[in-house]
């Protein structure tokens, strides 16, 4: 049995508490990232998905944003509402995560050990734009993460982290579940603003 698999266990259970309590827009889920992060930081370094343990000393800044955002930012100070990006937005992101995916990919594949270095890059830095989304409350984050989450899967059954392509299984379903939960919530806003009998 691998020395890091209960270890695994507890950060998949901490990053699926964090997903499921971000679908209810509670910030407790930042404290949840936070600490499955810190966790999942040595797992991915021990089995050469370098990238992926990168990233996750980004999440563990980002839980720390993210919270923040989600508790001050905003109008006065009182937290995100949910917006959604514009098309071109969309097209300068996906472009920018492609082009570093190339870069850093291959990189590692010239001067590392790594495993998968091209689709450990992506969902690294597809990971990093979407995790953004989440932390600023863009509505299409949870379409990211449908891609993101799919390669992943293959990534960890490749590695036999089984608890955490397991747990990526799940995000596919709960992503679907927060996109629409997110967009009720989205056109909501947009109602309560609107005076009733307003044209």
């Not at 509670?26 to 600490?35: G, V």
Request: proline share 2%; with cysteine; hydrophobic share 50%.
């Amino acid at each position: 049995m691998p020395p890091w698999l209960n270890l695994e266990l507890a950060a998949a259970l901490l990053s699926l508490a964090y997903l499921v309590l971000a679908m209810r827009e509670n910030s407790l889920c930042w404290y949840c990232a936070f600490f499955g992060t810190a966790i999942y930081i040595w797992i991915f370094g021990g089995v050469k998905l370098y990238m992926d343990s990168l990233l996750n000393v980004y999440y563990l800044v980002m839980a720390v944003y993210g919270w923040y955002q989600w508790q001050r930012g905003g109008k006065n100070h009182r937290g995100l509402a949910i917006s959604s990006w514009r098309m071109r937005h969309h097209l300068f992101a996906l472009l920018g995560v492609l082009l570093l995916s190339v870069i850093s990919g291959y990189l590692l594949r010239a001067n590392t050990d790594a495993q998968w270095p091209y689709l450990d890059s992506f969902t690294t830095w597809g990971s990093v734009l979407t995790t953004y989304m989440v932390a600023r409350k863009i509505l299409e984050n949870w379409l990211y993460w449908i891609i993101v989450d799919g390669v992943s899967i293959y990534l960890y059954l490749d590695r036999a982290l089984y608890f955490t392509a397991a747990l990526f299984a799940i995000y596919l379903v709960l992503v679907v579940i927060g996109y629409f939960t997110w967009r009720k919530h989205y056109f909501g806003q947009y109602q309560q603003e609107t005076p009733a009998g307003a044209v």
